[in-house]
């Protein structure tokens, strides 16, 4: 006696294939205005109106190409930060300065299959929009902070926090040791290391200064962009200093770098005369956030 079976599909399903009703879909998409220009940066997004199958399953983004064919490798998709109804929001960052860009909303249309999976329909696009990028300036408020460097290339450099967070410690207190964020460079790099080492830790233990760096929400952005907030390394926090006034708010006191310069010490900067040295982690001083772009 023969025992029946069932063949094996591919993907490792037994039966028959997936299947769906007929779809005859009519999906319109329109690219919403971009504002907030800067020389690196841009808001964009779309809205998007379904008016044939309810149970469709959309998933929106932004295209945007230095193309106006969004030809080459240059195409990108920058997923929403915000929905409204049918509306979606964008956040654009990487650009480069005095270039002209071309984005267009997007909307890939799936609906689900009789095994519960997501069988892709088609993809609508919006109009296109063309902008041009701002050029970089020293000061010019732009992803929630201040521009206060730029490197050589004219397309990159360093944003402060608007204002300065609570005086903290460096370490977290009773549990001081070693992270080796001795980096005078890379404060995105110190800042992972230290935040690897103390956090963490039980409470009372409390916040530390990288940490509240790291998790710095401004209030507006605070979803924007993909790059953190960290505690600037040495030489990022000279940098800082130099153009104090350009940036703002600062008190004649000292405040942490997160480059350690050994178990017990850390190394600071007074913004009353600029001189950098080692102190107590231990010991509460300024926090100024800031990130790259």
Excluded at 102 to 129: E, P, V
Excluded at 236 to 262: H, V
Aim: charged residues 15%; hydrophobic residues 35%.
């Amino acid at each position: 006696m023969m025992n029946g079976c069932k063949k094996e599909e591919p993907g490792g399903y037994f039966g028959p294939p997936a299947t769906h009703p007929p779809v005859v879909f009519d999906v319109k998409v329109t690219t919403g205005p971009v504002t907030g220009i800067t020389g690196f940066s841009a808001f964009g997004g779309g809205v998007v109106v379904e008016k044939s199958v309810p149970t469709l399953v959309d998933f929106n983004d932004i295209e945007w190409n230095t193309r106006s064919d969004f030809g080459g490798w240059n195409s990108s998709g920058v997923s929403p930060y915000d929905f409204k109804g049918d509306s979606f929001s964008c956040f654009i960052e990487g650009l480069s300065p005095q270039t002209t860009y071309y984005i267009r909303a997007r909307s890939f249309h799936n609906i689900q299959n009789t095994r519960g999976l997501l069988d892709q329909l088609g993809t609508t696009y919006g109009d296109t929009i063309s902008f041009t990028t701002d050029s970089l300036r020293l000061g010019m408020v732009a992803n929630s902070g201040i521009v206060f460097y730029i490197d050589s290339t004219g397309e990159h450099g360093l944003i402060a926090s608007l204002t300065d967070l609570p005086d903290l410690a460096w370490v977290v207190q009773g549990f001081n040791k070693g992270t080796g964020a001795i980096s005078t460079t890379d404060g995105i790099g110190n800042t992972v290391k230290i935040d690897s080492v103390y956090y963490p830790y039980p409470s009372p233990a409390g916040d530390y200064a990288a940490r509240v760096c790291y998790n710095l929400i401004v209030p507006g952005w605070n979803y924007y962009g993909s790059t953190p907030w960290f505690l600037p390394a040495k030489d990022q926090l000279e940098k800082m200093y130099l153009k104090k006034d350009l940036i703002g708010g600062f008190l004649n006191k000292p405040y942490w770098s997160s480059t350690e310069a050994d178990p017990d010490n850390a190394f600071a900067q007074d913004f009353s005369n600029g001189s950098q040295s080692a102190l107590d982690k231990t010991k509460s001083y300024g926090v100024r956030a800031i990130r790259q772009f």
